[in-house]
């Protein structure tokens, strides 16, 4: 291969490589890719995941425990692209919650060859970083959050000195909600400029038994008339420690993939497994593997709490009998009962029956 052969095909891997590390700044690819493999498998809404709160930071205020941590894995078959992440959330026994997340990516070595196709020893690999912060706050009948974060790439070429790309700054907020056994939300993206900015809308809703799960779905539309992207799936409550999950994502320009997963429950530690197939041209086959854990109080704040309660009013209904007096007057006795009717009722905990209806309930049962 001549002189000028192998400074054409050199300027082209630089230019592919640089074209990717352009893709990072604009927000294409590695900066909206999703770490949560539950988001991947079966949708966003459908179970709660720390690793998911960039998918739509709102959703943070739903944390089931005090602490959750997750830590999840992507790789390509051949090795060819690696993404790993790491997330760590916070919530007090109040409405508000915090996160902090980090991910990476190796997109593999791109290696030059000659016109015949043999190796010249000249390659371009590139590797990439983000990380960031979240915070959400929850109402009775809406939870609002916020991200921040930042994401920058290097590229690497034997033939030449490490490329970085400039940093491009990260930007999610989302509103979310939860009525009786659906939940929702909007969420807009913004990666670096104006032409990487997003806006998504998710709902999932609760299924009861026999078929104990969720069934959730997620649109994202990118602004700018760029086409849109869907994603869908449902999981199965299969057994106490068995999830099922089955998805699709759908993107409208091609590239379409089905997932297959499960996930397995031992105490507070899941671990996640799904596995991406091309069903059509695009990104090729891939595992996805993630562990979380959960520890702490358990949290019933807001809608969650009032839908909990709503049952529980419904089934907890008491009435305080009249107490037999033993060793003391039928005046004490009765006071007592007074006492702790009225303790009852300032927990909001149960359904009290009004002493003067007693009687009428006591006849009918």
Do not use: C
Not at 133 to 145: E, F, L, M, N
Request: charged letters at 10%; zero cysteines.
């Amino acid at each position: 291969m001549n002189s000028v052969g192998r400074a054409l095909t050199v300027a082209a891997l630089a230019a592919a490589g640089l074209a990717h590390a352009a893709a990072l700044q604009t927000g294409l690819e590695f900066a909206r890719m999703p770490l949560s493999v539950r988001a991947q498998s079966a949708g966003t809404y459908g179970a709660y995941d720390v690793l998911a709160v960039p998918e739509n930071p709102a959703l943070l205020a739903s944390q089931p425990r005090t602490w959750a941590v997750g830590l999840s894995n992507q790789l390509a078959f051949g090795g060819d692209e690696n993404l790993w992440g790491a997330a760590a959330g916070w919530a007090g026994a109040g409405p508000l919650g915090f996160a902090v997340l980090a991910s990476g990516l190796g997109a593999g070595t791109v290696e030059e060859r000659d016109i015949l196709g043999h190796p010249t020893g000249a390659s371009v690999s590139s590797a990439g970083l983000r990380y960031g912060a979240a915070a959400a706050y929850q109402w009775p009948s809406v939870q609002a959050g916020l991200a921040v974060g930042r994401a920058a790439e290097t590229l690497t070429g034997i033939s030449g000195p490490a490329v970085a790309a400039p940093a491009t700054i990260l930007l999610d907020a989302g509103l979310a909600g939860i009525t009786g056994r659906v939940r929702g939300g909007a969420a807009y993206h913004q990666r670096g400029g104006g032409a990487a900015s997003s806006v998504s809308l998710g709902v999932a809703v609760a299924l009861e038994s026999p078929f104990r799960g969720s069934l959730g779905g997620e649109f994202v539309q990118p602004l700018g008339g760029v086409a849109g992207v869907g994603t869908a799936g449902v999981t199965w409550a299969a057994h106490r420690i068995l999830d099922l999950r089955v998805g699709a994502l759908v993107p409208a320009g091609g590239g379409r993939a089905g997932r297959l997963g499960f996930a397995l429950h031992a105490g507070s530690l899941v671990v996640d497994y799904a596995f991406s197939l091309p069903l059509g041209p695009g990104p090729g086959a891939a595992h996805l593997v993630a562990l979380g854990y959960a520890f702490g109080a358990e949290r019933q704040v807001g809608p969650q709490a009032a839908a909990v309660f709503a049952v529980s009013m419904a089934e907890r209904t008491m009435a305080v009998a009249t107490f037999d007096p033993q060793g003391v007057s039928a005046t004490d006795a009765a006071v007592v009962a007074d006492l702790l009717r009225s303790s009852l009722v300032q927990t909001a905990a149960f359904n009290i029956v009004e002493k003067a209806n007693m009687d009428k309930v006591l006849q009918e049962q």
